[in-house]
């Protein structure tokens, strides 16, 4: 049983983050452009509004490269910073639990972006795509190199 979930490991965190960068997304869509019910029941962020605005656009654009998996480990780094900036200077000030201060989805994107930032995107992503495409040349140049010699 066990080898069995080992094997599935990668599918199942390429399956968690894209729904992790899905929803991080939709975030910042329903802050910038209104859609879903929009930011706090409804409307937009004022553009370059700090911090409400650049937060959405980390959301969106952070998110988006979740969800394909493309630059995961940075751009999960940089949604875990947005977000752990959000739950202490926004969230904790008035009051020391999520629970009480609202502050439940930052701290799990957070938490959940920071877990990305170790485990890369998984299967489906991206970012392994485009890594065997950049090994298989360097492996032929240098079988070419060996054989010129």
């Known amino acids: 049983m066990t080898g069995r979930l080992n094997t599935a490991q990668p599918y199942v965190l390429g399956l968690f983050r894209i729904v992790v960068g899905l929803l991080f997304a939709c975030h910042g869509a329903a802050a910038l452009f209104g859609v879903l019910g929009g930011s706090e029941g409804g409307g937009t962020v004022p553009a370059g509004t700090w911090p409400g605005w650049y ?83 360097a492996e032929t140049s240098a079988q070419r190199e060996t054989v010129a010699a």
Do not use: K
């Not at 654009?61 to 969800?67: A, H, P, Q, R, W």
């Not at 780094?77 to 609202?102: C, E, I, K, R």
């Not at 799990?108 to 090994?135: E, K, P, Y």
């Open 55 to 137: 937060a959405a656009v980390i959301q969106l654009v952070g998110g988006g490269l979740v969800l394909l998996g493309l630059g995961t480990r940075v751009a999960a780094f940089v949604a875990s910073g947005s977000m752990a900036y959000a739950y202490f200077d926004v969230h904790q000030p008035s009051a020391l639990w999520p629970l009480q201060n609202g502050g439940e989805a930052s701290a799990l994107f957070c938490w959940t972006m920071l877990l990305l930032v170790f485990t890369g995107s998984g299967a489906l992503g991206l970012d392994r795509l485009f890594s065997r495409r950049d090994a298989r040349p």
